[in-house]
């Protein structure tokens, strides 16, 4: 079963700033027939998609964030991560990196089947 | 954006109890709706794919059902280890859209 766990910053990010979190994915590798997304949660709201990686480095952005969001992969490190550009509190959040299919031959399989527990992320001068 | 309206937002039941909670799309979605757990400080755990679809090692207390742009989870015989809060999202339309939770309280 893979695993997923994610890694930031021990403190806040001031706002302005960047934020750059890695995911380590473990008993597993980053393979071809996988999207490798990011999903955050603000506290005490809902679940926001922000983006996703194919091996192939191929990504897909959330509209809304689209201009200030950079998500890479290493597949030599087996991980991969989000960079997020010019923050403000609203990025305050729980940030899970989750993994979700990719069959092109069947679209069922393509839902988030394994996460990580989460990191909070904190904006504050 | 496809909106999600899951319900109730939370819910109190008492052990034994059988429990439906219900995703509605504001589109038709394929049936590419999937339901999972999520724990304080755990990593969310996947119910069901594809509507219908029990994941693999997953007890058989929990299904499925809809179509169309009605979806619901059923959990059977619940028991204190259910307490969590549970979550639909869509996969069909690009952005990826969640339901707001429902948080089940095992009296």
Known sequence: ?125 | DVQMTQSPSSLSASVGDRVTITCRTSQGINNLLAWFQQKPGKAPKSLIYGASTLETGVPSKFSGSGSGTEFSLTISSLQPEDSATYYCHQYDTYPITFGQGTRLEIK
Do not use: H, M
């Not at chain 1, 949660?41 to 091996?55: M, T």
């Not at chain 1, 480095?57 to 959330?62: A, C, D, E, L, V």
């Not at chain 1, 990719?102 to 904006?123: A, C, E, H, R």
């Open chain 1, 1 to 125: 079963q893979v695993q997923l766990q994610e890694s930031g910053p021990p403190g806040p990010v001031k706002p302005s700033g960047t934020l750059s979190l890695t995911c380590d994915v473990s008993a597993g590798s980053i393979t071809n027939n996988y999207l490798w997304s990011w999903i955050r949660q603000p506290p005490g709201k809902g679940l926001e998609w922000i983006g996703e990686i194919w091996y192939s480095g191929k990504t897909n952005y959330s509209p809304s964030l689209k201009s200030r969001v950079t998500i890479s992969l290493d597949s030599s490190k087996n991980q991969f991560s989000l960079r997020l550009t010019s923050v403000t509190a609203a990025d305050t959040a729980i940030y899970f990196c989750a993994r979700r299919g990719g069959w092109s031959d069947n679209w069922n399989l393509n839902y988030f089947d394994s996460w990580g527990q989460g990191t909070l992320v904190t904006v504050s001068s």
